[in-house]
């Protein structure tokens, strides 16, 4: 019979394990879930160069003050701002089907035979086999995500191209939500107002995430994330 220390050494071990494994499950699925968005998030334009002020003769063109008149107001320098039109609609479909039929058959008879006066009786021997395999599979995902959000020009690259990141928040009630992004944006896609679709966006970071009692409801729990994981069936 146990004693109650080898109880209390059984119980420690099984707790260990069970700790260990949520542990390596929540480690697991962070991993799935995390989207790795380009840092920082923000950035601030460089100081620009301390210019003396000239003095007023009473001309309409100001050095200190002067704005082109035809100039337009994209983003093209590290600081300054981007709007992103979120328009992601994925469909994907799959379907596969297999047929396999095998079948096969033997037979093998040996005949009366008379050996030496003595009489042998024949006999026979048959077999058949019969192999079917039929599979079938279907699969389909439906996923669309629209939305506005405005980023910041972090990094310009060599050849024009805008390494932008943003991030919006938004709390509500007892809860909060959040969508960040991150990409590079070919300048020449920009359209007027200063907006360039998601669609236009090279190596995106999109993530939507929401905390709160709402998103705890659906999230599963360690302990059925330990049995989920330990578990072979």
């Excluded at 609609?89 to 093998?108: P, Q």
């Excluded at 959000?149 to 690259?157: M, P």
């Amino acid at each position: 019979m146990m004693d109650l220390q080898t109880l209390a050494r059984s119980i420690r071990a099984v707790a260990l394990a069970a700790g260990i494994a949520a542990l390596a499950s929540g480690c697991a699925t962070d991993a799935m879930r995390r989207v790795e968005v380009a840092q920082p998030m923000s950035a601030r334009p460089a100081p620009s160069a301390a210019v003396p002020p000239a003095a007023n003769r009473g001309a309409i063109y100001q050095p200190a003050t002067y704005q082109p008149l035809f100039e337009d107001h994209r983003a093209r320098r590290v600081g300054d701002t981007l709007t992103i039109d979120i328009n992601e609609k994925i469909n994907a479909s799959k379907t596969a089907s297999s047929t396999a039929n095998r079948t096969g058959s033997m037979k093998f008879v040996v005949p009366d035979a008379n050996i030496a006066g003595h009489g042998i009786k024949g006999g026979s021997l048959a077999a058949d086999s019969q192999n079917d395999f039929e599979g079938k599979g279907d699969s389909a995902a439906n996923n669309v995500f629209t939305g506005m959000i405005t980023v910041t020009v972090t990094d310009v690259f060599p050849n024009g191209n805008l390494q932008v990141s943003g991030e919006k928040q938004i709390g509500i009630n007892q809860g909060s939500e959040f969508v960040r992004l991150s990409g590079v944006v070919d300048p020449r896609f920009i359209t007027a107002g200063n907006v360039v679709s998601s669609t236009r966006v090279a190596d995106a970071r999109l993530e939507y995430r929401g905390a709160g009692y709402i998103d705890e409801a659906q999230t599963l729990g360690w302990l059925s994330r330990v049995f989920m994981s330990v578990m072979p069936f």
